[in-house]
Each structure stands twice: as C-alpha cells, then as structure tokens.
C-alpha cells in the first residue's frame, strides 16, 4: 500500500487545526457572555430555586416582566428600599429601584451565542469540505484511508455546533407578564433623530444598559460601617 502524499497529510492537518480554531471561538464567546453578564449584574447573588437575585445589602430582586423580543426576563427591587438603600448612588445609574435583567436562553440561543457559534460552525464546515473534496479524486489506498479519517473526525468535531440549529429552547414564562422593550419604559430610540424619520427598536446593549450597575469589583456584599459608631 502506499503511503499517503504530503498534500493529504497537509490538508488533513489543516483540518484539525480548523477544527480547534472553531471551538476556541465558540469557547471564547461563552467565556465573554458570561463575563459580560457578570459584570451587567454587578456580583448579584441570582438564587435558581427563588427565581431571583440578592443584593450586596441582602435584599432580593423579584422577576417583573418578560421581554420577548429580546428573550430576557427583567427583575427589580422595592422602591421603598432601594430609594433609601445607602449604597443607592454606587449601585444603580437609574432614579428607580434596582433593576437586572437575565437572559432566558442559555448559551448559544441567546442573540450574541447565534452570532459565536455560527462563525464557528462555518470554520468547522471549512474543516470537513476540505478533506471531503480531496477525497473525491484520491487514487491511493493510504490518501483514501487518511482523507476519510480526517472526514470522521472533522464531523465528530464539528457536528456538536451545529445541534442549536435544529433545537431552540422556547423556556417561555408563562407567569410572567410581555413587556417588549420596544413598549419598555425609558426605551431608547436607537433611529437617527429627525422629522419624519421612523423609530428605531433599541438594540440589545441598549436594552441591557439600562440595567447595568456601576459595581466594578468582585465584591458579594458591603460591609457599611455602624452609624452609631463615632470616631
């Protein structure tokens, strides 16, 4: 039997190479989501079997509305504590109680792990195409046996980032009221100002920021000192 060409073995590790560069951007941007969401949420405690977030002063945030244009479900404090909370100024950018919002579909449903996991998909296709046509015209025993091992291993790889393609979790709330953020209370017009010009949906970041904090550490909780205490 003869043993594969040199092109084969270059395109058969070209192939491996596409393949680890797909899934180092997919993790890349499940990585970034979730530093993004942390930071979005200040280090809030978010307690799954309550559905809803702790704050830094121990004080929870309930579920209020579901956006479905956006899939996320918006959360918010009392207005009675938070508008007295003494920590008010550092923790929200917005004259209201806290608000927080959560994205309702995991990584890669949201809007941002469509947009990751299809630029990975399309190199991980790139990765198996490549073998796959060089298989097509092979004539030796060791390129066919090399070529095709490469094409299994490119569709193991690759076949995994493609599953949100043919699966959407819906993990509608039913208990929840709609509130799209285009009806959204203090929406920003994301259209070029201007008579006659249409209005714009907010994108987003613009839908999210509203529900940022100003919290830049890591910190769970502050530790205020005693009132009563007197230097």
Known sequence: M?????????????????????????RMGARSAERSARWRTGNFVYHSDQDAWKCHQDQWLWPASFDPDKRVIRYQGQHAICGRCPVKAECS????????????????????????????LAVAAVAVFMPTAMLLGADGAGDVIVLTAAVIVALIAGVPLAKHLWHTPSNFPEHLRSDASSDAPGAEDSSPSGPGQPTGEPSLDQVLDRYQTRWASDRRRVDLPNPTTRK
């Open 2 to 26: 003869r043993s594969p060409s040199l092109t084969v073995l270059l395109v058969s590790g070209y192939s491996a190479v596409l393949l680890m560069i797909a899934w180092l951007f997919d």
């Open 93 to 120: 950018p917005s004259p209201g109680p806290r608000e927080l919002t959560r994205q309702v579909d995991p990584w890669p449903y949201s809007e941002a792990g469509r947009f990751h996991r299809g630029i990975a």
